[in-house]
């Protein structure tokens, strides 16, 4: 029997106590998870992005908590789950992302970069 089908049967409902304590465990897992992750892979994903970006031609630098951890404690912070990188919207072009590719990442999701300029005519860049 499914869990999702345990569940039901248990009488759990949408914003019940059961689904809020299951989610609050699913969540405590998947933080977990991703803290792990990023102290076992975190330094050979920045080593990557630093090759990437040599190759490139292109500067990033590194903001927040990876910031903080790189200072602090030569590191990670322990509880940080997460990487926090930046670089010029002009050097994030489609030749980089070639780059990117060509060293191990992969395109998630896009954003867009809205300028205005003095005519007040906006201008979207992938």
Do not use: H
Request: net charge positive.
């Amino acid at each position: 029997m499914r869990i999702q089908n345990l569940y039901y049967k248990l009488g759990g409902k949408k914003g019940g106590f059961l689904q809020t304590k299951w989610s609050g465990y699913i969540q405590k897992k998947t933080v977990k998870r991703n803290r792990k992750l990023l102290q076992d892979k975190g330094i050979c994903a920045l080593d990557a992005m630093s090759a990437a970006c040599k190759e490139a031609g292109v500067s990033f630098g590194m903001e927040f908590g990876t910031l903080l951890g790189a200072y602090r404690n030569q590191g990670f912070i322990p509880y940080d789950d997460d990487m926090d990188l930046t670089m010029w919207a002009e050097d994030c072009s489609r030749d980089f992302e070639n780059v990117l590719l060509k060293y191990g990442f992969y395109k998630k999701r896009a954003f867009y970069l809205v300028t205005v300029d003095s005519n007040g005519k906006r201008t979207r860049k992938l």
